[in-house]
């Protein structure tokens, strides 16, 4: 099957082509994963075929991908703290320390 390419680009100049443009990427990204099966691919078609997603799968979907943008928020901040602790021991010690101060009173008799 040859893929429409100068259709969807048409398509996507268009200004409410926003779902398209959305569905695009993340098939483009589906298609790159090795986890993305051709039994996912034929799950896909089906509900494209069906005009359709019955609620249940909708409400399954949304929670799993809760949990996927989670787990990508968890790593990013997993990944920002490996870099920013070490910069942050480096500033550390950097910085002069400040001499201790000793208040020292007399007793005027």
């Known amino acids: 099957m040859k893929l429409p390419t100068n259709e969807l680009l048409l398509a996507l100049r268009s200004p409410s082509s926003g779902w398209l443009a959305a569905m695009v990427c993340a098939l483009e990204e589906a298609v790159k994963d090795p986890d993305f099966s051709e039994h996912h691919r034929n799950l896909v078609r089906q509900l494209l ?61």
Not at 76 to 103: C, G, I
């Open 49 to 109: 075929d069906a005009n359709a997603v019955p609620e249940t799968v909708m409400a399954a979907a949304e929670d799993r991908l809760g949990r996927f943008e989670q787990a990508v928020a968890e790593t990013q901040n997993s990944l920002f703290d490996a870099m920013v602790e070490p910069l942050q021991s480096t500033v550390t010690a950097m910085q002069p320390s400040r001499p201790k101060l000793t208040l020292v009173g007399s007793v005027a008799a």
